[in-house]
């Protein structure tokens, strides 16, 4: 629970109902409060024209204002652009905006990608005769660095500083939008930044909400991704408060526990079979799909025994998965798999009948250490295959 109080760019509209029928201001003005932070985008209470002078005094006494402060925005020549973000206490984190990449063919399929939806395919034929539409994901943190430990990964190695609150994770979001470009189109959110999104379940839950919220952001829950390391308690808690409407990445990263403990320490504490159950039971709607994430790392998790035991793991599961080959990080002497090796880690899923794609990575050039942050972007084995 929290100990300070909740910040107002983290309170829901009936949270503003209450405090502020407590004050005797009009029951409308608590929608037009949320209205002005979540849809509009404005945290500076002068500027709420349309509240009275009094209410915008107590909002501002109250704290309201900009959370986040863009330090330096790096540009790829992709068009993959990440922020960083410096958060009032001084510590800085890491969003990345990540427009499709335009192609035939490419564009749905990047978009089916990060979201985990299935159905993304049916929408696009829809909206194909729409004005033309640049997608962007946001790929957005949930802590300052991560507890997890995992050993291929720059947040993992640094260790946790804190948990984001609510307003810093949607706070992301809202200056994402701010910061998109002319024909550009907010479409995915993806908890894939820094931090592990359950084990900072309470602040991940109420962002979750914010977002998705029709008087704000409004995204569409299957639209929005967590990716967790496999907190299995905490993936039944998402399932069951959310009707398992929010889409599911797991990062499995090996199909045997004396693997995946070696490179997540957190596989000691909720083995495969913990794992695999939770996801059983995870309340996804018809048609939809788990994400599995398999970080592939040269001599670690790589070999075609691993894919045949991971074919065998995932059977009957509804799911796809995503091969990321290791992005190298500064803290690590591991690294990716050659191609060849990648290439036949996925023909092996492949054959099983799986989808299964491989990531490849979007704004090298930019990437600093982060290596989670600037992945994204798939093919098809059967595209390429076919040219
Ligand atoms: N903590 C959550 C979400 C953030 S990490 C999780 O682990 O799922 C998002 C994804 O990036 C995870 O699948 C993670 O394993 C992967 N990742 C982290 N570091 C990486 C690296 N150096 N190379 C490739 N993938 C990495
Ligand atoms: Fe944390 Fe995810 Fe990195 Fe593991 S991969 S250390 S869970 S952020």
Redesign the pocket.
């Given at each position: 629970m929290r100990s300070t109080p909740l910040h107002p760019v983290a309170r829901l509209p009936e949270e503003w109902s209450v405090s502020l029928a407590a004050r005797g201001e009009r029951s409308f003005t608590a929608k037009q409060v949320f209205q002005w932070i979540h849809r509009r985008g404005v945290l500076d209470p002068a500027a709420m024209t349309n509240l009275p002078a009094r209410l915008r005094e107590h909002l501002a006494a109250e704290g309201l204002g900009e959370v986040l402060t863009p330090e330096r925005v790096h540009r790829s020549e992709d068009g993959t652009r990440k922020l960083l973000l410096r958060l009032r206490d001084g510590a800085t984190i890491e969003t990345v905006l990540l427009p499709s990449v335009s192609g035939p063919g490419s564009h749905a399929q990047l978009d089916a990608d990060a979201a985990a939806a299935d159905d993304e395919d049916d929408d696009a034929a829809a909206e194909a005769d729409a004005a033309p539409r640049v997608r962007v994901t946001q790929c957005i943190s949930t802590q300052v660095g991560?507890a997890?430990g995992?050993g291929?990964?720059?947040?993992?190695v640094a260790g946790l500083k804190r948990h984001l609150g609510a307003e810093e994770i949607a706070g992301q979001v809202l200056l994402g939008r701010a910061m998109l470009e002319e024909g550009e189109e907010l479409r995915n959110v993806v908890?894939?930044?820094?931090?592990?999104?359950l084990h900072n379940y309470e602040a991940t839950a109420r962002s979750l909400r914010l977002l998705t919220h029709p008087e704000g952001i409004n995204l569409s829950t299957r639209r929005v991704t967590v990716?967790?390391?496999g907190l299995v308690p905490e993936i039944a808690r998402l399932g069951a408060d959310f009707g398992g409407q929010i889409a599911l990445?797991?990062?499995l990263?090996a199909a045997d526990d004396e693997t995946r403990s070696a490179l997540m320490p957190i596989n000691r504490k909720h083995p495969l079979d913990e794992l695999l159950a939770a996801l059983r039971a995870y309340p996804l709607p018809r048609r939809r799909r788990i994400t599995i994430?398999y970080?592939l790392v040269a001599g670690q998790n790589d070999d075609p025994a691993e894919a045949r035991r991971l074919a065998k793991l995932l059977r009957g599961l509804p799911v796809k998965i995503n091969l990321?080959?290791?992005?190298?990080?500064e803290a690590s002497s591991l690294g990716p798999p050659a191609q060849e090796r990648v290439a036949a880690f996925q023909e092996v899923l492949t054959q099983a009948g799986y989808s299964c794609f491989v990531r490849r990575r979007r704004g090298d050039d930019v990437s600093a250490a982060c290596?989670?942050l600037v992945?994204l972007g798939a093919k098809p084995k059967v595209r390429r295959a076919l040219g």
């Open positions: 991560c997890m995992c291929f990964c720059a947040s993992g908890y894939m930044g820094m931090g592990e999104p990716s967790t390391s990445a797991i990062s990263h994430e970080t990321i080959p290791m992005n190298p990080i290596g989670q992945l």
